[in-house]
């Protein structure tokens, strides 16, 4: 790292070949040192342009003003060494900021697009008289700014997509709720469409409740299932297999007439589940086998699937 | 991405240190505690197949990406006496060793993707793949 | 590693501790179903709680413990599969079928009383109260 920082410094103060890039980069300090100048009325110039665009409009003109002069430094700064790290970190934070207050996708390309537009108005003004020198210096400025604008959207985009994912994982908690009804039964009630993915975060939620819970029976619901292919059912069959390996029997219900008849039709075995008609019935069923245990835990043990013991 | 952990396979000892690997490496991927046993359960069935007919050989483990997707890649090779019937040794219940019969089908079972190049008398080379769940 | 196979009335415990090769298991197997003789005892708890990873040797012998050891007079159950173990484990289609799975060790206990009560009781119907 330093080794190469020396180089370049020596090259620049006794190579006269590296007149050009020397040149270029000395148009760039340029025109940093004009946008340093200029600090205060063009972010001004700038927030006033959001504000017409009527960008951003989930904030106040305090908070779009606070928020652009950050932008506005890390945007400088990023044009000064070149390096994206800090803008890319500034970026990121703003998004988590702005993110939850409603701010779209297109208003944060927005304004980033309308920096980029009054930063080149004002090189514009300031070298309209020599045209040679501005075609030079918006050869510098723009793939630093393109890339600056790519920087900042990608980063809201991302952030967007984090929290996308959070909120969806968070659903999908939500939407599988293991019941405890009382002690060692849990009920988990299945409502609407599973696909392999929820299935499989069902089973793994099921389980982990069965051993916090100390579970003995527990009792599957699936009214709510509208619909039921091999997979699904597969899998369904796969979870009472594992809850039996925890050592709890499972007692599936509301399996509706159709899905019964689609599942005899697949050829999917079930002869190792436990059906009951409706919730209620389930219920009553998982009480009279948590009953039996309680009072005569040893010869009923072998009929329970949960103890399944052949000789 | 460029990790890559190459574990030599020559006792079951090799067998253990690899799933616990493969377990680590698949967490580091984020996979799911549920998915890193299923992994280490695919690993242990490659290296013992290594361990039953070749003696010995080696498990490459690495992450990968294809695109935004996140995956554990597994390489088990050997320079044994290769497999003559490839499909029937997939057959799941075919074995010609002692287990369950269900070492490579059931390995290809618990991954995504899985591949078996062998020839006979030179060895065998497996690659198998599991991605993470897209959302 | 070995694993330690305590004696607790009529029973075996066998509590795995880690990762156990193949060779560990096959050694397990061996002595317990050694000591299931020698001891006479009624029944066995394998304990696997610490087994983070079930492959299809640890299932093949966790089931031919509980065969053999059923052909020397006594009961097996297997107690502290992990849930996600568990899951790995059905997805293969392993799912240990005449092999008697509990939660716990207190599970385990729970459920062998149970079982050797009963052939008690089936075996001396008129002295339901007496144990082994």
Same mark, same amino acid.
């Given at each position: ?7 370049s ?10 007149a050009l $890039? ?13 946008? =340093? ?13 959001i504000? =017409?665009?009527?960008l ?6 305090e908070?779009?003003f ?14 000064? $060494? ?16 702005i993110i939850?207050?409603?701010?779209e ?9 309308l920096? =980029?537009?009054?930063?080149? =108005? ?16 918006l050869d510098s400025?723009?793939p630093a700014a ?7 959207a ?10 996308i994912?959070?909120q ?16 060692r039964?849990?009920?988990l ?17 099921l ?5 916090a ?12 299932v ?6 699904v059912?597969?899998?369904?069959v796969?979870t009472v297999?594992?809850?039996r ?6 007692i599936v219900t509301?399996l ?5 008849? $689609? ?9 190792e ?8 019935g389930?219920?009553?069923e998982?009480?009279?086998l948590?009953a039996d ?7 009923q043990?072998g ?7 052949t000789? | 991405?460029?990790?890559e ?11 253990v240190?690899?799933?616990?690997q493969?377990?680590a ?8 505690s549920?998915?890193?046993?299923v992994?280490?359960?695919a690993?242990?069935?490659i290296a013992?197949?290594?361990l ?16 935004d ?6 390489v ?13 040794a997939?057959?799941?219940?075919y ?5 369950v019969?269900?070492?490579?089908p ?28 897209a959302? | 590693m070995?694993?330690?196979?305590l ?5 075996l ?5 880690s ?8 050694h397990?197997?061996?002595?317990l ?10 029944g ?5 709680t610490?087994?983070d990873v079930?492959d299809?040797?640890?299932?093949r /012998? ?5 065969h ?14 992990q849930?996600?173990v568990?899951?790995a ?11 008697a /799975?509990?939660l716990?060790?207190?599970?385990g ?7 050797t ?7 001396k119907?008129?002295k339901?109260?007496s144990?082994?």
């Amino acid at each position: 790292m330093d080794t190469k920082k020396s180089m370049s410094v020596s090259t620049r103060a006794s190579d006269p070949q590296g007149a050009l $890039t020397e040149s270029s980069a000395g148009l760039l300090r340029e025109l940093v040192a004009h946008l =340093r100048q200029n600090r205060t009325q063009l972010r001004e110039e700038w927030a006033r342009r959001i504000t =017409r665009a009527e960008l951003l409009t989930a904030m106040t003109e305090e908070e779009i003003f606070a928020e652009a002069t950050a932008v506005y430094d890390n945007y400088v700064e990023a044009l000064e $060494t070149g390096t994206f790290e800090a803008l890319q970190a500034y970026s990121r934070r703003l998004s988590e900021r702005i993110i939850p207050r409603g701010v779209e996708t297109d208003e944060v390309v927005g304004i980033v697009l309308l920096l =980029r537009d009054v930063l080149a =108005r004002s090189l514009f003004n300031k070298y309209q008289d020599n045209v040679e020198k501005l075609n030079r210096i918006l050869d510098s400025y723009e793939p630093a700014a393109n890339r600056i604008a790519n920087t900042v959207a990608v980063g809201f985009v991302e952030e967007r997509e984090r929290i996308i994912r959070q909120q969806q994982e968070a659903i999908r908690e939500l939407s599988t709720p293991v019941l405890q009804v009382r002690e060692r039964l849990l009920i988990l009630p299945i409502i609407g469409v599973i696909d392999p993915q929820r299935a499989r975060q069902l089973t793994e939620q099921l389980l982990r409740a069965i051993r916090a819970n100390r579970a003995k029976v527990v009792v599957i619901d699936v009214t709510g299932v509208a619909a039921m292919d091999s997979g699904v059912a597969n899998h369904l069959v796969q979870t009472v297999e594992a809850s039996r390996l925890l050592g709890a029997t499972v007692i599936v219900t509301g399996l509706s007439p159709e899905i019964a008849q $689609t599942l005899v039709t697949i050829g999917v075995d079930l002869s190792e589940m436990a059906t009951v008609g409706d919730l209620q019935g389930g219920i009553e069923e998982a009480e009279r086998l948590l009953a039996d245990r309680a009072a005569m835990p040893g010869p009923q043990a072998g009929r329970e699937p949960g103890m399944e013991l052949t000789r | 991405m460029g990790e890559e952990l190459r574990l030599p396979i020559a006792a079951d000892v090799d067998v253990v240190e690899a799933r616990q690997q493969g377990r680590a490496l698949a967490a580091v991927a984020g996979f799911s505690s549920g998915e890193q046993t299923v992994i280490a359960a695919a690993i242990s069935e490659i290296a013992r197949n290594i361990l039953m007919y070749a003696k010995k050989g080696e498990i490459i483990l690495s992450l990968v990406q294809n695109g935004d997707r996140q995956g554990v890649s597994v390489v088990a090779i050997d320079q044994g006496p290769g497999i003559p019937d490839i499909e029937r040794a997939m057959q799941y219940g075919y074995s010609t060793s002692h287990g369950v019969g269900a070492g490579l089908p059931g390995a290809k079972r618990l991954m995504d993707e899985f591949e078996v190049d062998s020839v006979v008398g030179r060895g065998t080379t497996i690659t198998m793949a599991k991605w993470r769940r897209a959302i | 590693m070995e694993v330690p196979i305590l004696r607790q009335g009529q029973y075996l415990i066998a509590s795995i501790q880690s990762a156990l090769t193949d060779a560990d298991l096959s050694h397990l197997r061996e002595a317990l179903i050694a000591q299931v003789g020698r001891s006479r005892c009624r029944g066995v708890i394998v304990d696997v709680t610490a087994l983070d990873v079930m492959d299809s040797f640890a299932v093949r /012998t966790l089931r031919d413990i509980t065969h053999m050891a059923r052909l020397r007079g006594a009961e097996t159950v297997i107690v502290g599969i992990q849930p996600d173990v568990a899951f790995a484990m059905v997805q293969l289609g392993w799912t240990l079928k005449g092999v008697a /799975t509990v939660l716990d060790l207190e599970e385990g206990l729970a459920f062998l009383d149970g079982r050797t009560k009963e052939r008690v009781v089936e075996s001396k119907p008129k002295k339901p109260s007496s144990r082994g």
